[in-house]
């Protein structure tokens, strides 16, 4: 559960070291969920499951320097900085929105029609597992869309791959003016049509 954009990068790179079927992501936009950004690991079973989170805990250390880089720009993040401790890592059965809408997955249960129906619908299924990369202005896209929503909820950590840059030009205040200043806007104030 990734807390700002530094561990979001830092989960992103996680996936790809580990090489287990995962994504990363804002969660922003999301109404049923009250985090700002996502990582998850996909398993077929339990066992899988507790034995990725038992990987997935190993992985994720305070001091250790993920790295990465697109467009031979270099990205280094790291877990926990920051914080006091490292982010909380959770195994959960199914997407949210399914135990929202079909209750707790501890309760889940399956009768002989729905074996049935799954073991039709996995002979019509391809099986074979095909592994996608995205394209690296595909990547960009994804990090910036990152980028501009870390920047929309007030994480500044953003500016970790803006060279400290703002997202957008901040506008300009008069409140905290010196009195020369002012005096030099009314001047050129004046000179515009109204």
């Not at 249960?109 to 299924?125: G, N, P, S, T």
């Amino acid at each position: 559960m990734p807390r700002d954009i530094e561990e979001l990068f830092a989960s992103y790179i996680l996936v790809q070291e580990l090489g287990r079927p995962g994504k990363c992501g804002t969660e922003i936009d999301r109404p049923n969920t009250n985090r700002l950004y996502g990582a998850y690991f996909y398993n077929n079973s339990l066992d899988e499951g507790l034995k990725c989170y038992e990987i997935v805990k190993k992985a994720v250390e305070r001091d250790k320097v993920y790295e990465t880089s697109i467009w031979d720009c270099p990205i280094k993040v790291k877990f926990g900085e920051g914080y006091d401790s490292l982010p909380n890592i959770i195994l959960k059965r199914g997407c949210t929105e399914f135990e929202q809408a079909c209750g707790p997955s501890d309760q889940w249960a399956y009768d002989d029609a729905q074996v049935e129906e799954e073991r039709i619908l996995i002979d019509a299924f391809c099986q074979d597992i095909v592994h996608l990369k995205q394209h690296d202005t595909q990547l960009a896209r994804v990090f910036y869309r990152w980028l501009h929503q870390a920047f929309r909820v007030g994480d500044t950590k953003y500016k970790m791959f803006t060279n400290g840059n703002d997202f957008y030009m901040p506008p300009v205040t008069y409140h905290n003016m010196d009195q020369e200043c002012l005096a030099k806007v009314r001047e050129v104030a004046s000179k515009s049509p109204r």
